[in-house]
């Protein structure tokens, strides 16, 4: 099946910690996104990715890292300098932002919670 | 920066009846465009609306589209128990990227 996958759904982090959320896509789409999600809250974009090894930071890239080696993968690191990391993370990706139509297609979002 | 803000933050309707929820946003705009999120779960695109169109139809959604009172409704009618969830508006200016609002939650009562 056509989508992005995020894993893993459910992640608790330990206060100092880095860990890696992972996203892939197989829909063939030439731009990745991170946002963060708090309670009752809207998105927040942290990090964007318009081709492969290029990607910028979005509104709340403080305390976050990306990498896009692959055109499928858009992995998001969450450092130990995030001070308020707990929240849902949603991937997503769109074919080609320039066209001026820009869907996105979300995964189904990892939990992340500070222990 | 969120561009796009929602009205009400949260509806409760019988079902049967019809839900409206209104956006509104700050620059020029592209196309907007609405989402439906189930709790917990990722967000699915409902339908875009160009800034040329000022009305848009899909199934049982209804989007109209106010460009110089920079402000968009979603209305959808019939409602059903499914269509409970959170809905987002989103604006694409000219930065390639999607603003988005902080949502209504529409809870559909039986």
């Known amino acids: 099946d056509g989508g992005i996958t995020q894993s893993p759904k459910y992640l608790f982090r330990k206060e100092g910690q880095n860990v890696t959320l992972s996203c892939e896509q197989n829909?063939?789409?030439?731009?990745m996104y991170w946002y963060r999600q708090d309670p009752g809250q809207g998105l927040r974009l942290i990090y964007y990715s318009q081709i492969v090894n290029d990607f910028q930071k979005g509104d709340i890239a403080e305390g976050y890292s990306v990498s896009r080696e692959k055109k499928e993968s858009f992995p998001l690191t969450v450092t130990s300098a995030q001070k308020n990391p707990t929240a849902f993370y949603l991937c997503?990706?769109?074919?080609?932002?320039?066209?001026?139509?820009?869907?996105?297609?979300f995964g189904e979002g990892s939990w992340l919670t500070v222990v | 920066s969120q561009q796009g803000e929602e009205d009400p933050q949260a509806l409760s309707i019988q079902e049967g009846e019809n839900a409206t929820m209104n956006c509104s946003y700050k620059t020029s705009i592209n196309n907007l465009q609405w989402y439906r999120q189930n709790s917990g779960r990722g967000l699915v695109h409902l339908i875009l609306i160009r800034s040329n169109e000022r009305e848009k139809h899909s199934g049982r959604l209804r989007v109209t589209l106010d460009t110089s009172k920079k402000s968009s409704s979603l209305l959808i009618t019939a409602s059903r128990a499914a269509d409970t969830a959170s809905y987002f508006c989103?604006?694409?200016?000219?930065?390639?990227?999607?603003?988005f609002g902080a949502g209504t939650t529409v809870t559909v009562r039986a």
């Open positions: 989103a604006t694409d200016a000219n930065d390639y990227k999607l603003s």
């Open positions: 997503a990706s769109s074919i080609n932002p320039s066209t001026g139509f820009n869907t996105i297609y």
């Open positions: 829909l063939n789409h030439d731009a």
